[in-house]
């Protein structure tokens, strides 16, 4: 065991140094090394403290890559294998010389092996440590270490990026980098189904970076995060309508309309509260791409939830006059007439909207099975056999080798030898 006596000399030179200034660095490096070089368990989380407290306060390459290179060494020690990788791949990224970066890319290489998590990456790895050098100041080597990692997505690596990342952000709290760095931590822990620190990683964004692009989208990452993860619909809510209250008319704000709208239908299931958020949607985002989806949603909602036919009709008839090409109309002239079919019973209009759609939609693989049923329609509800017969045989005439022509046909030798 370590004597008594070295083991408090090591910690008097800890404290001095934690608290010291940048000239006392290679001091505390030096009662690092012999931390780890002990290779004593219960003398790990000093030697870490230490080792992070240069790194913290440090801005010179050599010294910065000694500490990162000790850091690994003591993660290897206790079988840490990500974080010892995590440490020598930063260091790569320093102007090292060429023996120690090849000793460094060996014992790198070795970790991928011994860790069951990173074997299935392991050529991947292989090839970035072989790349890996850097340039700019030490903390644009540090964030290259860490992007070019997260840019794999293994999820089993994001624990020791998480921690480089984290430590990156509050050494230097004002880079510009940090808010955009924040979020990929939110990311990186809501990956691992980390919830709540993805969420206090996007919380750090909109409170301490309000005036940054970033603080919007970790705003919309928050709601996501309650609404989706966490199943906190209010607060879901309270972001959204807080991001759409606060945000300029753009992509962000149409997506807090849509979010809203959404939770309020299949979460909150507040169906006349959806309606009104879909039409918002709708008025304030006519060019928006999803605009197809709300009206087909505006008009199913209106009908099956709040017992609204009328009211869904006219959803849907709006929808075809504001965007006649689009490509949900077809699907928008169906409903109206299954509509007008199984919840008004007004077979006649059923059959114009169903006519409607084969007529604007020939080619559609429902056409001819939408027509036979308006023909039945008007044969066995509306007792009209003329009607009918006219039907039968557009289809007959238009849809010759398809199935419904040959009932059709039945249909119309029936009708016709009355």
């Not at 001091?27 to 070089?37: C, D, F, G, N, Y």
């Not at 644009?140 to 480089?164: F, G, N, T, W």
């Not at 704000?253 to 959806?274: C, E, G, N, P």
């Not at 003329?386 to 238009?398: C, G, R, S, T």
Request: with cysteine; net charge neutral; glycine share 2%.
């Amino acid at each position: 065991m370590l004597n008594k006596l070295v083991c408090k000399i090591l910690m008097f030179v800890l404290v001095a140094a934690m608290s010291g200034t940048a000239q006392q660095h290679p001091i505390s490096l030096k009662a690092a090394r012999t931390m780890v070089e002990l290779k004593e368990k219960h003398m790990d989380k000093a030697a870490s403290d230490l080792l992070y407290s240069i790194l913290h306060r440090s801005s010179e390459f050599s010294e910065l890559a000694a500490t990162w290179q000790l850091l690994g060494d003591l993660h290897s020690q206790r079988n840490r294998h990500l974080h010892a990788f995590m440490a020598y791949y930063t260091v790569l990224h320093f102007d090292i010389v060429e023996t120690q970066r090849s000793d460094l890319r060996v014992a790198a290489k070795m970790l991928t092996e011994k860790s069951k998590a990173l074997v299935p990456i392991k050529e991947k790895l292989s090839s970035l440590v072989d790349k890996a050098r850097g340039e700019g100041d030490a903390s644009q080597r540090e964030l290259a270490a860490i992007h070019s990692l997260q840019a794999l997505e293994y999820p089993k690596l994001y624990p020791a990026i998480i921690e480089v990342a984290r430590f990156y952000a509050h050494k230097l709290p004002f880079a510009v980098e940090v808010p955009a760095l924040w979020l990929s931590i939110s990311e990186m822990e809501a990956a691992q189904k980390h919830y709540w620190e993805a969420l206090a990683a996007a919380l750090m964004v909109v409170k301490d970076y309000s005036e940054t692009e970033e603080a919007s989208l970790a705003s919309l990452r928050m709601a996501g995060l309650y609404a989706e993860n966490l199943k906190k619909y209010d607060r879901a809510a309270v972001v959204y309508l807080d991001i759409i209250n606060t945000e300029a008319d753009s992509m962000l704000h149409a997506d807090a309309r849509w979010a809203v709208a959404d939770l309020r239908d299949h979460r909150q299931k507040s169906y006349s509260a959806a309606v009104e958020s879909y039409n918002e949607c709708v008025e304030n985002h006519p060019g928006d791409e999803r605009i197809g989806e709300a009206w087909m949603r505006i008009g199913q909602i209106q009908i099956d939830k709040l017992k609204q036919p009328e009211a869904g009709v006219d959803a849907y008839t709006r929808f075809i006059e504001l965007a006649p090409t689009h490509v949900l109309v077809s699907e928008a002239r169906l409903a109206i007439g299954r509509t007008y079919e199984k919840k008004m019973k007004d077979y006649a209009k059923a059959i114009d909207a169903y006519a409607a759609f084969a007529t604007e939609h020939k080619d559609h693989e429902l056409a001819a099975i939408t027509l036979l049923k308006a023909g039945k329609l008007a044969k066995d509800k509306l007792k009209d056999d003329a009607k009918a017969i006219e039907i039968f045989q557009y289809i007959i005439d238009n849809y010759t080798t398809q199935e419904p022509a040959d009932q059709a046909r039945k249909y119309f030798k029936k009708l016709n030898g009355k």
